[in-house]
């Protein structure tokens, strides 16, 4: 089923809801009226009232629920659901003024007396309709308010949920003045009870009132677009937990009658590419639509910012990804004047045009230092060594070789925490000899000692005529001298 088939479908159940509850108002007004006229009973009077302007509300939630239906417009682009909440706020209105008027005769007829009640068990029965009645209409209003999201019909079920409490309340008092005539009770002990009547109107004006001031504070809330503390920790949590997902910036919600709207900036990895981020994106609606069906969900994804030099670095590969650059060999240097210098390794084909790659760079260079002050970068071109064409050489079998393993023993001799050379790759390429080779270090040296024993390798290979590069895997060796002669001399 479609959205808008789901819509119109719900506006119709919302629309039924409210003729039944109507409907409901309508009967129960009109009788309560006549037995309280007939009965003289403030308490089934002041339920009359009270049923009065449960229609008057139910006309003015199903009016409200009519506009609220209507699509929206250049004039109205959050549609017109509002109406519900102006209707409820309206409402509370009405029952203000009941509370008021129950109130004051209450108290009067209290302190100065007033036409007694006529004992009639058609009061005690039409209180017993009326909670019948108001039961099986806040069960169907609250099965709709549910199922379509209705401010309007939710306000209407909390509404006539207090009826049935107030009449309640209002059963007990009528049924207490015809017990006493019934049980033909002393006239003193008879006029007591009687006022039992008067008694129920009272607290009925209280449960109406402060049921209107929850409903009044509610509308007022959604008039003002503010949004439920718990769902925003709900979404919170729900967006915080997609892995992609940086951070959180900012989370806006507003209701406009059953329909709900968010509005939230996430941040992601600013290397992410369009398609990615988009499927972020989605990640994200799926998860209010979880916890919101139906809302209206708007995502803005902007590039998570770290520390400078991590963002920096990010901002690099970014703009070199976004030029189809092929970068290694970045180097961050803090100047003195407190600025950054920036060097990084660029290649390119070693048959294509210097011009055009010097133009590439220069736009690399535009980009990166325009969205980081400070920075100056500078690149060095070079062809791409993927492409150049090699030939291995293997000991044993290439004079060539035999010399560089020879050069590799010498050298590994003059550092003592060296050991097990082994794993020798040999090529060779236009520029020179690649070489390659496994050792073992000492595993007692911190991470910048073994790294300067293998610089100094490095360099004393590179040295050498025709040695364009050497790497050196590093590994925990079977021997540790030093960490032996650590162990001697401590004992």
Not at 43 to 70: C, N, P, Q, W
Not at 388 to 409: H, M, Y
């Amino acid at each position: 089923m479609s959205d808008t088939q789901t819509h119109s479908g719900h506006e119709q159940m919302k629309k039924k809801a409210a003729l039944l509850s109507l409907a409901a108002a309508v009967f129960l007004t009109s009788v309560k009226l006549v037995v309280g006229w007939y009965t003289n009973s403030l308490a089934i009077l002041s339920e009359a009232l009270h049923s009065g302007l449960d229609l008057v509300a139910a006309l003015m939630t199903f009016y409200a629920i009519r506009v609220a239906s209507k699509p929206a417009d250049r004039r109205h682009p959050y549609g017109h659901g509002k109406m519900e909440n102006l209707s409820a706020l309206a409402e509370t209105v009405l029952l203000f003024v009941v509370c008021a008027y129950v109130g004051y005769e209450g108290v009067h007829r209290l302190m100065e007396g007033g036409s007694p009640v006529v004992p009639s068990l058609w009061g005690v029965g039409i209180m017993l309709l009326s909670m019948a009645i108001d039961i099986g209409r806040v069960r169907n209003l609250r099965k709709v308010a549910k199922e379509t999201n209705s401010q309007a019909l939710e306000a209407d079920a909390l509404h006539f949920s207090t009826d049935i409490l107030s009449s309640a309340v209002v059963f007990l008092g009528v049924l207490a003045v015809w017990l006493a005539d019934w049980l033909a009770l002393p006239p003193d002990v008879a006029a007591i009870v009687h006022q039992a009547d008067t008694v129920a109107a009272l607290v009925v004006a209280v449960i109406i009132f402060k049921v209107s001031l929850t409903m009044a504070r509610s509308a007022l809330d959604f008039l003002m677009d503010a949004a439920p503390e718990d769902m925003e920790t709900r979404i919170e949590e729900a967006v915080s937990g997609i892995e992609a997902v940086r951070s959180l910036s900012r989370l806006r919600m507003r209701s406009s009658g059953s329909e709900y709207f968010v509005d939230l900036t996430v941040s992601v990895d600013q290397r992410l590419s369009v398609s990615e981020g988009h499927r972020v994106t989605s990640q994200v609606e799926e998860r209010v639509l979880e916890i919101l069906p139906g809302a209206d969900v708007l995502v803005h994804v902007e590039p998570y910012r770290e520390d400078t030099k991590n963002s920096l670095l990010g901002s690099i590969q970014m703009a070199a990804h976004s030029l189809e650059l092929d970068i290694h060999d970045i180097r961050i240097l803090r100047q003195h004047d407190g600025g950054i210098a920036v060097m990084a390794h660029v290649e390119f084909d070693g048959a294509g045009n210097f011009a055009a790659a010097y133009a590439k760079c220069k736009e690399f260079e535009s980009r990166v230092m325009a969205e980081h002050e400070g920075v100056t970068l500078l690149t060095h071109i070079e062809p791409d060594k993927n492409e150049q064409t090699s030939s291995e050489l293997v000991p044993g079998r290439d004079s060539e070789a035999d010399l560089v393993q020879a050069r590799i023993e010498e050298c590994a001799k003059r550092e003592p925490l060296i050991s097990n050379v082994h794993g020798l790759s040999c090529f060779r390429t236009p520029l020179g000899l690649e070489i390659v080779f496994h050792c073992g270090v000492c595993s007692c040296l911190s991470v910048l000692q073994a790294h300067d024993i293998a610089d100094r390798m490095e360099k004393a290979l590179r040295a050498q005529p025709g040695v364009e590069s050497v790497l050196i895997h590093m590994e925990p060796g079977d021997e540790e001298p030093v960490c032996r002669l650590l162990g001697k001399n401590q004992g």
